[in-house]
């Protein structure tokens, strides 16, 4: 049976920005990543066009650095400066 990444399921300080988003922390980045997909399809921010990339509100403008379009792969590394 494999063990479970203790990294990924360690709970996490998370910075306003984010907790405007996913509510205040902490929380392990698996609960970041599940709350922030919640909050991305319940605002219809995927492109329906290509489903990779995040149309980002002003919200999320704030975590992704300011970028409009992010692919969801870079939105992992940009969601973990915002992590700590």
């Given at each position: 049976?494999?063990?479970?990444?203790?990294?990924?399921?360690?709970?996490?300080?998370?910075?306003?920005e984010?907790?405007?988003?996913?509510?205040?922390?902490?929380m392990?980045?698996?609960?970041?990543?599940?709350?922030?997909?919640?909050?991305?399809?319940?605002k219809?921010?995927?492109?329906?066009?290509?489903?990779?990339?995040?149309?980002?509100?002003?919200a999320?403008?704030?975590?992704?650095?300011g970028k409009?379009?992010v692919?969801?792969?870079e939105?992992?590394?940009?969601?973990s400066?915002?992590?700590s």
């Open positions: 049976m494999a063990k479970p990444n203790s990294a990924f399921m360690k709970p996490m300080q998370v910075s306003e984010l907790a405007v988003i996913v509510g205040k922390g902490p392990a980045r698996s609960e970041v990543v599940k709350k922030l997909w919640v909050y991305i399809k319940g219809n921010l995927q492109d329906p066009k290509n489903k990779r990339n995040i149309n980002a509100d002003e999320l403008k704030k975590v992704f650095g409009a379009v692919n969801m792969f939105m992992t590394k940009l969601v400066a915002h992590l």
